[in-house]
């Protein structure tokens, strides 16, 4: 069983402050990872994805990807309050049909 | 980023009708296309799989036979849900994909049965 695990939350940040997302994964397979944002009653967006071991940044964003210990993560600097929204990991395993496992979500708020 | 298309965005049906979802790709040809559920404050739950010209692969435990999926064209593809009851209800969202792009989402289909 291909497992995704996230912690539910929540996560409380003050507004500035950096917010950091860990997320699990079980398939040592797996060779994508993604960053979902999800607003309440919404659906998920795209934050950024990864497929190296390292970092990657874009703007705010910077998710970083250890595939020795199958981890990856999503940090937020300067938080906003408009940030606040459930994040999802997701992980693609081996191969090109882009079938996703998603974890749970960490709920995420940003305290003005 | 891609744009993703799904209609309706919500839906009210009565108890043993049919409804059907439609998901578009608006900019990019989807060689495949997947289609979710998901329960309030729970995370995506994958239905199936569907490649255009082929039928979808379900995943564990979805009825196939209630959750009727086409995908007709490298652009469309569209769930029925059979027969609906209240434990359907819902939000339902697809998302697509092809060999050179992410997998992008649709906007999501709020589904209530009465």
């Known amino acids: 069983q291909k497992e995704v695990e996230q912690n539910s939350g929540p996560l409380s940040v003050p507004e500035g402050a950096i917010a950091s997302l860990n997320c699990t994964y079980s398939d040592r397979g797996s060779q994508s990872f993604f960053w979902y944002r999800q607003y309440s009653g919404k659906s998920p967006e795209l934050i950024m994805f990864?497929?190296?071991?390292g970092d990657k940044e874009d703007g705010r964003f910077t998710a970083q990807l250890n595939k020795a210990s199958q981890y990856v993560s999503l940090l937020i600097r300067d938080s906003q309050p408009s940030d606040s929204a459930t994040y999802l990991c997701?992980?693609?395993?081996?191969?090109?049909?882009?079938?996703?496992?998603f974890g749970k979500g960490t709920l995420l708020t940003v305290n003005p | 980023g891609a744009v993703v298309s799904q209609h309706p965005s919500r839906v009210i049906c009565k108890s043993g009708t049919s409804v059907k979802i439609e998901c578009r790709s608006l900019d990019f040809q989807a060689t495949t296309m997947f289609w979710y559920r998901q329960f309030p404050k729970k995370s995506l739950m994958l239905m199936a799989t569907s490649n255009e010209g082929s039928k979808a692969t379900y995943e564990q435990g979805v009825e196939k036979d209630k959750f009727l999926i086409n995908h007709a064209s490298l652009t469309l593809s569209t769930l029925t849900v059979t027969s609906a009851h209240p434990e359907d209800s819902s939000f339902y969202i697809c998302s697509a994909a092809d060999r050179d792009t992410e997998a992008f989402f649709g906007q999501g289909t709020r589904l209530t049965v009465v």
């Open positions: 990864i497929y190296s071991n």
């Open positions: 997701a992980v693609m395993s081996g191969g090109s049909n882009y079938k996703l496992t």
